[in-house]
């Protein structure tokens, strides 16, 4: 089964299908000719995964993104972090890192954040004299943390395709690991800069500046608090949270920055509805994927051969972590959960393994995937936008791919880094 699945996704996958059609050949072939069941299963599974309340939160989070960057939040929170640290040596290094892990509140995928931000960040290390492959690399490691981070589109798929756990628990398991990501790439850039001598871009601010900046900041810095505040709370579902934050991003953009217009509105509508059709396509066809797997017990099969190479539950999240990390490099996250998580989270359930620190390490490993050299599908995104050779940043990620797996690392000999912040919630 699993030979003649992966034989027909690995071919389509070869000859330039997309990955969310490769999934749904690979899964409708071999029930309609290998197994002999009726087409209309395909259609019930399909329909059924998209059939889900809690999915709408995925489009409402990319239009929060969307329209936080039409209202011009964007360039008053650079100047609001250019005050704080852009006249320190490698403030720019800084101010994008933070930049990043602000950002996350609000938007939740690596993505969203490199289209958004990561034009804005390069452009600005460069002309305060950063060197451009470095510029690019740390845009790219950067964008990571937004996934980790909440709210998180990543953990709320995670949570869909898991069932069972709870999306809150998930946000409040990526904080900590989140802010270690973030506190690990200031210090790396700091390394690398503090020899440096970078143009100043702005003078030194004065005590009255950074006070009127800040309040212009404020109703930003309080959607990511309305809306992870009203999941923790329990006043808020995920869904009803990123609802809130749209019309919360619509009134701040319409009346309090007065810079948002109704074709931003139609922007982020289509730009949101076409993201969410890609992962629709995805989760449709890998739930066929999926169940095909579940209903061959391929979780029960996989659970014994693992258990008799090893009982020790520390080895098995170390290869899971570095067989995600090499799938994450040529997949789509979306892919990889939707396929990897029915039929790994049986197996680390039986090693008696936290759901929410297992979530934790496989949503982490699999978005560094996607900036490890040499195919990992944000170091594209990024070589384009910065307009640089994906071997020339390739070569410059490596200490920031290092330092995040190295987090995933310790994530798993220390599972309280990820438990202790739910479990204090009571999640």
Not at 167 to 192: K, Q, R
Request: include cysteine; glycine fraction near 10%.
């Amino acid at each position: 089964m699993v030979a003649v699945i992966s034989l027909i996704f690995i071919s389509c996958f070869l000859i330039g299908v997309p990955i969310a059609f490769a999934l749904g050949l690979a899964g409708s072939s071999y029930i309609l000719f290998f197994e002999g069941l009726s087409a209309g299963i395909l259609v019930r599974r399909f329909y059924h995964a998209l059939d889900s309340f809690p999915l709408l939160a995925i489009p409402l989070f990319i239009m929060i993104g969307h329209l936080v960057e039409s209202s011009g939040l964007l360039t008053e929170v650079v100047r609001w972090l250019q005050l704080f640290v852009g006249r320190m040596r490698g403030g720019m290094a800084y101010v994008n890192v933070l930049l990043s892990m602000l950002f996350a509140g609000v938007s939740g995928t690596a993505v969203s954040d490199v289209a958004s931000i990561g034009r804005v960040e390069i452009k600005m290390m460069k002309e305060a004299g950063y060197d451009l492959q470095f510029s690019a690399a740390l845009t790219a490691a950067s964008s990571i943390v937004g996934p980790i981070i909440p709210p998180s589109v990543a953990f709320i798929i995670y949570a869909l395709v898991a069932g069972n756990i709870s999306i809150g628990g998930l946000f409040l398991a990526g904080a900590t690991p989140g802010f270690l990501l973030g506190g690990g790439l200031l210090v790396i850039s700091y390394l690398i800069t503090r020899k440096g001598e970078f143009i100043v871009l702005v003078e030194r601010p004065e005590l009255r500046d950074l006070v009127i900046q800040t309040v212009k900041v404020t109703p930003f810095l309080l959607l990511p608090v309305i809306i992870i505040g009203g999941i923790l709370s329990g006043v808020f579902t995920a869904t009803e949270s990123a609802a809130v934050g749209v019309v919360y991003a619509l009134l701040i953009g319409f009346l309090v920055y007065r810079r948002l217009r109704l074709h931003h509105v139609y922007d982020a509508m289509v730009f949101s509805a076409r993201m969410s059709s890609i992962l629709g396509m995805l989760i449709g066809g890998g739930t066929i994927l999926s169940w095909i797997l579940t209903r061959n017990q391929a979780s029960a099969q996989l659970a014994n051969f693992v258990a008799s190479v090893s009982t020790d539950p520390v080895i098995f999240m170390v290869v899971v972590a570095v067989f995600l990390l090499l799938i994450g490099m040529v997949m789509d996250v979306t892919a990889t959960m939707i396929t990897l998580i029915p039929l790994l989270t049986p197996v680390a359930l039986s090693y008696g393994i936290e759901p929410l620190h297992f979530a934790l390490v496989f949503v982490l490993t699999s978005m560094i995937g996607m900036i490890t050299p040499p195919v990992g599908i944000v170091l594209f995104l990024v070589s384009s936008i910065g307009e640089i050779s994906v071997e020339a940043l390739s070569k410059s990620i490596i200490p920031f791919v290092i330092w995040e797996f190295a987090v995933v690392i310790i994530c798993i000999f220390f599972p309280s880094i990820v438990l202790w912040l739910p479990q204090m919630l009571g999640f």
